[in-house]
T-cell receptor
Framework: NAGVMQNPRHLVRRRGQEARLRCSPM?????VYWYRQLPEEGLKFMVY????????ESGMPKERFSAEFPKEGPSILRIQQVVRGDSAAYFC????????????FGPGTRLTVT | QKEVEQDPGPLSVPEGAIVSLNCTYS??????FMWYRQYSRKGPELLMY????GNKEDGRFTAQVDKSSKYISLFIRDSQPSDSATYLC???????????????FGKGTKLSVKP
């Protein structure tokens, strides 16, 4: 049973470029969550999505960040015009419907902005 | 005051010891309590989740929740070197149909189990 898949595992971008992070949830899971982990910081919630619907984006920065979970295909976290402060590990998690306390995490994408 | 407080450690114990990991929180709306294990440069791994107060046991792991004190614990019996990792507590207030997607994490406690 495949777990949560994320790609790429490592991503290097120059300042001003765009970063696209992908997440495929566990089989049977319809809810996806994105978190960011900065060095020496804890995991911080960013956004919660269901298929074609953003449920909670209270943790998303107001500018440059967006997320989607289309009817077909993986969830995408998009960061436009990246800055050095965006360098972090980005984790995706998924859960069964109605069980947001049971989140399973992927291996993460480590973004480095040079 | 932060919503979730967790001693960062590091905590070093000999193999076979009983390990106690703890978190305190300030938001009385939290109803779901989770423990994750994270190895270096890996994703967090869900160990256990509990609802409201009480105890839950799974193999060598026991989770305790005391809502009156806003205090949760994870006990690891017969600790092994393979248990060496960072342990994260997480909490949820149960907003969306009984479970809220927005997990609030502690910063994690780094545990080292020496052979």
């Amino acid at each position: 049973n495949a777990g949560v898949m994320q790609n790429p595992r490592h991503l290097v971008r120059r300042r001003g470029q765009e970063a696209r992070l992908r997440c495929s949830p566990m089989k049977g899971h319809s809810h996806v969550y994105w978190y960011r982990q900065l060095p020496e910081e804890g995991l911080k919630f960013m956004v919660y999505l269901q298929k074609e619907n953003i449920i909670d984006e209270s943790g998303m920065p107001k500018e440059r960040f967006s997320a989607e979970f289309p009817k077909e295909g993986p969830s995408i976290l998009r960061i436009q015009q990246v800055v050095r402060g965006d360098s972090a590990a980005y984790f995706c998690a998924s859960s069964p419907a109605g069980r947001g306390y049971e989140q399973y995490f992927g291996p993460g994408t480590r973004l480095t902005v040079t | 005051q932060k919503e979730v407080e967790q001693d960062p450690g590091p905590l070093s114990v000999p193999e076979g010891a009983i390990v106690s990991l703890n978190c305190t929180y300030s938001n009385s709306a939290f109803q779901y309590f989770m423990w994750y294990r994270q190895y270096s440069r890996k994703g967090p791994e869900l160990l256990m989740y509990t609802y409201s107060s009480g105890n839950k046991e799974d193999g060598r792991f026991t989770a305790q929740v005391d809502k009156s004190s806003k205090y949760i614990s994870l006990f690891i019996r017969d600790s092994q070197p393979s248990d060496s990792a960072t342990y994260l507590c997480a909490m949820s207030a149960g907003k969306y149909g009984g479970s809220q997607g927005n997990l609030i994490f502690g910063k994690g406690t780094k545990l080292s189990v020496k052979p």
